[in-house]
C-alpha cells in the first residue's frame, strides 16, 4: 500500500504520520539524557539537526522542505514523534522504530511506564466554506442522524462524528476515527476561517507490557492495523466524500 501516494495526494493538502508512546512517571529532565539521545536520532537521520524548546516541550527538527519536514517531542509524560508529507511510509516507520528502540534506554524508560502506544494517520483537507456544513452533507447525509436536523431553520453549530473501535477480545487494541472541523459551539458559527479540515485514524495498543523487546512488534502490529483501515475504510468512506463535497462547493 502507497498510503503518501499521489492518489492520496489529490485528496489532502497534508499527509502526517505521527507516533506518541504515553508514560505513567515524568521523564528525566537532565540535559545529558536529552542531548544524548537527540545525538542518537541526528546521527541516524541527520536531516533532524534542529533542537528547539517550547513551552513544556524539547524537540529535535528537520528543516521543512516543499512542505515535508520530520520531528521528534519530548513532553512531561509523552515521547513523540512525527512525519509530515513523508514521500513513503518507510521514513515515517524508521523514525518510529528507531524512537521505540532507543528512548527507553537514555531515557530510563521500563516496561511498567509504558502507558501506551499511539500511531495516527492525520489528513489535512483545504476546503472553502462552512466546514460543519461540508461534514454534514458528506458523512451523514440521507442517515437517520440527520433527520434531527431541519436544515431550513436550523444552522449547524458543531459537526464532527468520532467513532473508537476495539481491534481484539480485551479492548487493549483501539482505533478511532475523528473529523475535526475545528469550529463549533466553542467557537460560534466561524467555522469558514483558514485552519483545515482534519480527519485522524490512531491505532492505540493500551499497557501493559512485560519487556521494551515487544515495542517494535507492537509498533509493526499498529502500522498493519493503520494501513488496512486507511485503505479500505478511511479513504473510500471518509476522504473521498469530504473531497468530492469541498470540490462541489
Not at 541516524?44 to 513544556?56: H, S, V
Not at 516543499?66 to 518507510?90: E, F, I
Request: with cysteine; charged share 25%.
Amino acid at each position: 500500500m502507497t498510503v503518501a501516494s499521489t492518489s492520496l495526494g489529490a485528496l489532502c493538502t497534508d499527509f502526517y504520520v505521527n507516533q506518541r508512546v504515553g508514560l505513567t512517571m515524568d521523564l528525566p529532565s537532565h540535559r545529558e539524557s536529552v542531548l544524548d539521545l537527540f545525538g542518537r536520532i541526528r546521527k541516524e537521520m541527520p536531516e533532524l539537526d534542529r533542537f528547539r524548546r517550547y513551552a513544556g516541550e524539547l524537540a529535535l527538527e528537520s528543516p521543512e522542505i516543499a512542505g515535508r519536514y520530520a520531528w521528534v517531542a519530548l513532553q512531561r509524560t509523552s515521547v513523540r514523534s512525527g512525519w509530515v508529507n513523508p514521500d513513503d511510509l518507510d521514513g515515517p516507520y524508521q523514525l518510529h522504530r528507531l524512537l521505540l528502540e532507543t528512548a527507553p534506554y537514555f531515557l530510563s524508560i521500563t516496561p511498567l511506564d509504558v502507558e501506551s502506544i499511539e500511531l495516527v494517520f492525520g489528513f489535512d483537507l483545504e476546503v472553502t466554506g462552512n466546514r460543519n456544513e461540508i461534514v454534514f452533507d458528506a458523512l451523514l447525509s440521507g442517515s437517520a442522524l440527520a433527520e434531527v436536523v431541519q436544515q431550513d431553520r436550523e444552522h449547524l453549530a458543531d459537526v464532527q462524528p468520532f467513532l473508537a473501535l476495539s481491534l481484539d477480545e480485551g479492548n487493549r487494541t483501539q482505533a478511532s476515527v475523528e473529523v475535526k472541523t475545528r469550529g463549533g459551539h466553542r467557537e460560534g458559527l466561524n467555522t469558514e476561517g483558514n485552519e483545515p479540515l482534519s480527519v485522524y485514524l490512531t491505532v492505540r495498543r493500551n499497557g501493559p507490557f512485560r519487556d521494551l523487546k515487544e515495542l517494535p512488534d507492537v509498533f509493526a502490529m499498529l502500522a498493519g492495523h493503520a494501513e488496512r483501515m486507511v485503505e479500505d475504510r478511511v479513504i473510500p468512506s471518509i476522504l473521498m466524500p469530504l473531497h468530492a463535497r469541498s470540490m462541489s462547493g
